[in-house]
């Protein structure tokens, strides 16, 4: 038996546990920074490990060392816990008893791993050198918790600067235990857009008689599609999308206001510099054009995700020798959803891979993706999680990346 599918084998005894932790989360989701009864989950899972554990002031971190004794690297893995304001309905045995609040897009399944991974390396302890840390996150889903963990100290818990980083995404819309992953930036940045255009209230069959800010607002919101078709560069794609416009209490007032909110996406910091600033070109000069003010807010969210190249490419090759080279797929462009594991890579060098999940009676093209309330996964792919977490570090150990 060769060092890979030993560690597959172990993985697997380990999967009963991950499923059992997996579905208590599932069971108990929390949402934001403050996960009391999570954090309480994964210290009793990692207790008895020998692992130096801290955990956070301002979120309810759980931060875990293993430190071999030995010189080496540093490599921390992280594992996202908190889960998404939504109403379940998966109709699973173990489905959320949290009213509107759900794991739809599979943090439990990502903690489980990271224990998993967390037991199957103080296992392989006499084969690493250097140091693991495991990260446990609260408020991925927008709140930011990767930089607070950051700035409580979780690059520095090893007493020695993380080498390497590494996160995995699971996803039911790729096949099950195929890993996925890219050079370059993997995911956007994931910015909230607010406009308020302010006018002057009015009778409704008296339009002239006041400043109706709907048109204008419609005006705005048309331009802006044509401002991203026109001011980015197609091979560093933006996407603005206007998901809501609020004005008006009845049918013949004419509003003071009208509001646009909506999310700016980019890839790379160029184009997302750009849409900010033609966004408020757009929504104080069509304003103006009626005799009307916008108020524009943009709400800073999650950098560009972007893998280190060189890191990207090896822990591909690491998955490739660990279950074949058809189970792993170099993605021919990024996605345009959002990750704060983005905070982590700007510090670091590392990367990050989605992990197929999709469950055997489902199609990778059509099951229910990440934030659905039908969001379900093959509970069998943890084992390649925890298999691929623990090859991560032990291949650093080794050697550089």
Partial sequence: MDDNATLLAEAEALLADAVQLRRELHRHPELGLDLPRTQDAVLAAIDGLGLEVSTGTGLSSVTAVLDSGRPGPTVLLRGDMDALPLPEATGLEFE??????????????????????ARLLRAHETDLSGRVVFMFQPGEEGHHGARVMIEEGVLDAAGAPV???????QTPNLPNGVVATKAGPLLASADVLTITVVGRGG?????????????????????????????????????????????????????????????????????????????????????????????LRIDDGFPVTINDGTISAWAQEVARDLRGPETVIDMPSPM???????YVL?????????????????????????????MVLDEGAMTAGIALHAAVALAKSAGPA
Wanted: proline share 6%; charged share 15%; net charge neutral.
């Fill in 96 to 117: 959320s008893t949290v009213d509107g609040a759900m794991h739809a897009c599979g943090h439990d399944a990502h903690v489980a791993m990271l224990v998993g991974a």
């Fill in 163 to 169: 080498d390497l980083a590494f996160a995995m995404h």
């Fill in 203 to 295: 009778h409704a069959s008296s339009p002239y008689q006041a400043l109706d800010p709907i048109p204008v607002a419609c005006e705005i919101v048309l331009a802006i599609q044509t401002m991203v078709t026109r001011k980015i560069n197609v091979f560093e794609p933006a996407v603005v999308t206007v998901a809501q416009i609020t004005a008006g209490t009845t049918n013949n007032v004419i509003p003071e206001r009208a509001r646009i909110h909506g999310t700016i996406r980019a890839v790379s910091a160029a184009s997302r510099r750009i849409v900010h600033a033609e966004l408020r070109r757009l929504a104080d000069g069509i304003a103006a054009a009626h005799g009307a003010t916008a108020i």
């Fill in 336 to 342: 345009m959803g959002a990750e704060d594991f983005s």
């Fill in 346 to 374: 700007e510090r670091v060098p590392g990367a990050m891979v989605f992990l197929g999940t999709c469950p055997v009676d489902q199609r990778p093209s059509t099951a229910p993706p990440l934030h659905s309330n039908r």
